[in-house]
């Protein structure tokens, strides 16, 4: 009875508190705009140093704890085995993170850049092309995978080895004991998780819909307007929640699979028609750029000059994932059951960021090898529309259909699989952490993030709710700096018990 009451507090206050930001969003939007990209502004503006240490930190941590002494820990019992596949495993995680961002982002980040250069950089001039690749490259590789990483890794050890609940508030347990973490504060940092989860899928299907309505625009037609987003949404979320509903094993395990195949087919079409030469010379001359320079990118700032590119893209990213933390953390520790910590960090750190590397040398050369298709004035325009950028592109290219209806698909994919990874979390986060939540609170939070996704994007208020989200989420900066502490203490409490074990055994 006691875990119910806790659990329906959680779950009724955290209805509350996004219906309240909903309706403020919806009745409201304009003072509900001004207000959060104020506070959005403050954040960036006065903590731009904070958020670029914690991501810097969280990638340090990561790699300390995956090749010290305590990488061989197993994320569960001494004799368990992973639940998933390798490739299920990879492929749900990477689908959960950032696959659609890879999508929208692949052609029109690095475009960009290249475009729209800081620090007086000639646009479409090589020097633009090196910093494109290089910055498109820092937002997607260790820095945004580490952060993930952080919050997962010390849930997955918790609940698996320990027996926690799957909350956010469990990292809290070795440091305040289960009485601690079970109350106000717990219960705060809980329902700020579900309100960061709930607000960051809700904009990314909202801003997703704009996508595939401007894709099957461009390529068939299809007019953009209300009735066929709603219809968009519509039929998405009846996968997401139904493949929620199904399970990870039946539904999103599956999809998951569907969308790494989909995503590699898409890849390796792209090489064979794009031009080759470039994509090899943009991910060897980002990759070497990156990893060259990861100290000094990791905590740039101008000290008497105008930092409004970091804040913009570089501060606005690190502050988005760690949005996306609580959600994709939660779930990427609830599938990692019986792998090792170094194995955790391999697969979640490393793996992601190759491919996203790999990706982004691919689709990035397509974008920049337009200059010598569209020339330097036409290529101008495209950063302006991102949502189409990929589409323009893939006409300059033989196969730019079959390109295009695949993209259309594997955007539809990616979505319902980061929609019912959250759908899944936020179950988990209603019924006080349980690994294998109801399928009516599946429904429910399913159901919440459709209509407040629709609604809102016919007020014109998902780029307030985002923002909204992201200074919700302010906070878990302190939360994951304390998952850090809370980690190493378990894992260094255990390594010690370990040691005095065979002390022990030796004397006997």
């Not at 990791?298 to 606005?316: A, E, K, P, R, Y």
């Not at 323009?392 to 079959?402: M, S």
Request: include cysteine; aromatic fraction near 14%; glycine fraction near 10%.
């Amino acid at each position: 009875m006691e875990k119910k009451k806790e659990s329906n507090a959680v779950y009724l206050v955290s209805l509350v508190v996004v219906s309240v930001m909903a309706l403020w969003g919806l009745i409201f939007n304009e003072s509900f705009g001004v207000l959060m990209a104020n506070l959005m502004s403050f954040l960036t503006v006065n903590f731009n140093w904070l958020y670029l240490i914690a991501i810097f930190v969280f990638i340090i941590a990561s790699f300390i704890l995956a090749f010290s002494k305590y990488g061989k820990i197993k994320l569960g019992p001494d004799d368990s085995t992973p639940d998933y596949s390798t490739k299920s495993w990879f492929a749900m995680l990477f689908g959960a993170g950032m696959g659609i961002g890879l999508v929208f982002w692949g052609v029109s980040e690095p475009l960009s850049h290249f475009m729209n250069p800081p620090g007086g950089l000639v646009p479409g001039s090589e020097e633009a092309v090196r910093f494109a690749m290089r910055a498109s490259l820092k937002h997607w590789g260790f820095h945004a995978w580490a952060n993930y990483a952080i919050i997962g890794l010390g849930l997955a050890y918790f609940q698996f080895r320990k027996g926690y609940p799957g909350l956010i508030s469990s990292l809290f347990i070795p440091l305040y004991g289960e009485k601690g973490a079970k109350g106000w504060m717990g219960k705060t940092i809980d329902i700020l998780a579900i309100f960061a989860t709930v607000a960051g899928v809700a904009t990314s299907l909202g801003m997703g819909t704009l996508q595939i309505n401007s894709g099957m625009n461009y390529v068939f037609g299809v007019p953009i307007n209300a009735p066929v987003q709603i219809g968009i949404i519509a039929v998405i979320t009846v996968l997401y929640i139904w493949t929620a509903v199904a399970g990870i094993e039946k539904g999103i395990a599956l999809l998951g699979d569907i969308n790494l195949y989909l995503a590699i087919g898409l890849l390796v079409l792209s090489v064979i028609v794009g031009p080759k030469l470039i994509m090899v010379s943009a991910f060897c001359e980002g990759v070497g750029l990156y990893l060259n320079n990861i100290i000094i990118d990791s905590l740039h700032l101008n000290i008497l000059s105008d930092n409004s590119w970091t804040n913009g893209w570089t501060v606005f990213y690190w502050a988005w994932w760690i949005a996306w933390a609580p959600f994709v953390g939660s779930f990427i520790a609830r599938i990692s059951r019986g792998r090792t910590v170094k194995e955790f960090v391999m697969g979640v750190i490393i793996a992601p960021t190759l491919a996203s590397f790999m990706w982004f040398g691919v689709f990035g050369g397509m974008g920049i090898d337009m200059i010598s298709k569209l020339g330097l004035e036409a290529l101008a325009a495209l950063p302006a529309s991102p949502e189409t950028a990929l589409f323009i592109v893939y006409d300059q290219y033989p196969l730019a259909v079959v390109l295009s209806a695949m993209t259309l698909v594997l955007l539809c994919t990616f979505f319902i699989t980061s929609a019912n990874s959250a759908t899944f979390v936020l179950a988990m986060f209603s019924e006080h952490g349980d690994l294998n939540p109801s399928n009516k609170k599946k429904f429910i939070w399913g159901l919440i993030q459709s209509v407040l996704a629709t609604a809102l994007l016919l007020a014109g208020g998902l780029k307030p709710l985002q923002t909204a989200s992201i200074v919700a989420a302010f906070p878990f900066i302190f939360i994951m700096f304390a998952a850090i502490y809370s980690t190493f203490k378990a894992f260094a409490a255990e390594s010690s018990e370990a040691e005095a074990e065979k002390v022990e055994q030796k004397v006997g």
